[in-house]
């Protein structure tokens, strides 16, 4: 029996205003969030860390989950993604760095993220020379390569069969989180602004203690000081999400992990540094030079508090505490006159900014012997112990605890 047109009509409103599912307006939040949060998950675990650093191996199960899913939620082809990621590391903060801030600017990253993605993946080089492993099955090849649109498209449909009108825009946000957050957030804040546990190689930071937003990727910092490790957490008050479901992940056999951080191991002091010592201070050489920070900090804390019981100006201390512990590299033009009005001042600082130098060469040094380095570290130790600076003495005391 055919429905009269009024009743037709009424039937088409009602599927416009509420879909399939009629939920309420929270309801369709949350299913929203649900869903880009699998997106996010997706994109931590599968793409950055499986794929892109082989941190880890992927069971079948999850592995075709998440390209199924990427390709739904995003369009984004693996060896591409991967490919841009690998190149970021491999001339990071430099001209050929697909998404710097240091040389694009923070808003042509943050806003534009997105746009340097999509030129960088039609550069032939770049997949050439940095997509090598990704998955090339037949899937691969016949349907999420060659069908990028028809994904997302399937995604559409699908939400606004569930929410009617409203699908539009719930689809809009699933399409927008991850160049928002990933390519915006990660890349360009995650590089500029936020906290750092160590002294890596670039400028990256952590934006946020807490992984769970951004899936684990908010503490950039330690990623790019152990790029190949699956935990991005590594100080007791830092938590990594996406570490939470490779764990579960684990436990029921669908993931192996291959590496973690390397975790600092003391003892007792030994009588002088051996050649174990050296073996694991360049092991653990970013851990190591964290607390060699967290001693300059307070060497200068000290002198500040000193400083002010005789009402001086610490304007200037203040100032250079930023940069003391720091790289010279890393340490930018305006800041270098502060530093070095406060290393002529302060002669137990400058002692400690030179020798956290000398220290650091130990790693850097590659044109000296095994037993010539080990002969260094022992003549460094010794200095640092005769110093009469209680930071440095305390940290050489510790050094010589550091078990390989």
């Known amino acids: ?15 416009l205003g509420h879909g399939l599912w009629n939920l309420t307006w929270w309801q369709i939040v949350l299913y929203t969030l649900v869903t880009t949060h699998i997106t996010i998950a997706a994109v931590t675990i599968f793409l950055h860390r499986a794929q892109a650093h082989r941190a880890l191996e992927l069971h079948a199960i999850p592995s075709h989950f998440f390209r199924f899913w990427l390709w739904v939620g995003t369009g984004m082809r693996t060896k591409e993604w991967v490919a841009i990621h690998r190149k970021h590391h491999a001339k990071c903060e430099t001209p050929d760095d697909p998404h710097s801030p240091q040389t694009r600017g923070l808003d042509t990253v943050m806003w534009r993220g997105a746009e340097l993605y999509r030129a960088e993946a039609k550069n032939p080089e770049t997949l050439q020379k940095f997509g090598h492993g990704t998955p090339n099955d037949w899937v691969e090849r016949n349907v999420y390569s060659r069908f990028g649109w028809q994904g997302v498209g399937l995604m559409l449909i699908l939400n ?31 590089h500029y602004w936020g906290y750092r546990n160590f002294e890596a190689q670039d400028a990256s930071t952590n ?16 990623h790019h000081t152990y790029p190949t490790a699956a935990k991005f957490s590594v100080k007791p008050f830092e938590f990594d999400i ?6 579960l992940m684990q436990k029921v056999g669908w993931a192996t992990v291959k590496k973690v951080p390397p975790k600092l191991q003391l003892g007792a002091p030994k009588p002088v540094a051996d050649e174990k010592t050296l073996e694991a201070l ?10 060699y920070a967290r001693g300059v900090r307070q060497a200068c804390k000290d002198e500040m508090a000193a400083l002010k019981a005789r009402h001086g100006d610490v304007s200037v201390l203040k100032a250079a505490k930023r940069w003391l512990h720091r790289d010279t590299e890393k340490v930018p033009a305006q800041a270098l006159s502060q530093l070095a009005q406060v290393r002529a001042a302060y002669p137990a600082l ?8 000398e220290l650091r060469q130990l790693w850097l040094n590659t044109s000296h012997s095994r037993e010539q380095l080990t002969a260094d570290l022992q003549a460094w130790c010794r200095r640092a112990e005769e110093s009469g600076i209680a930071a440095l003495r305390e940290f050489s005391l510790r050094l010589r605890s550091v078990q390989a």
């Not at 203690?209 to 503490?219: F, H, M, N, S």
């Open 350 to 357: 400058d002692t400690m900014v030179t020798m956290r130098e």
């Open 160 to 190: 606004l069969a569930l929410f009617g009108a409203a699908g539009a825009a719930v689809w809009a946000v699933q399409m927008a989180w991850i160049p928002f957050w990933a390519a915006g957030v990660v890349n360009g804040v995650g």
């Open 207 to 222: 934006l946020s203690p807490w992984g769970i937003l951004i899936g684990g990727e908010e503490l950039h910092n330690n």
């Open 282 to 291: 360049i092991a653990n050489r970013y851990e190591v030079m964290a607390g």
């Open 1 to 15: 029996m055919l429905l009269p047109d009024w009743a037709v009509l009424d039937a088409i409103i009602d599927w």
């Open 242 to 247: 996406g570490w939470l479901y490779i764990s």
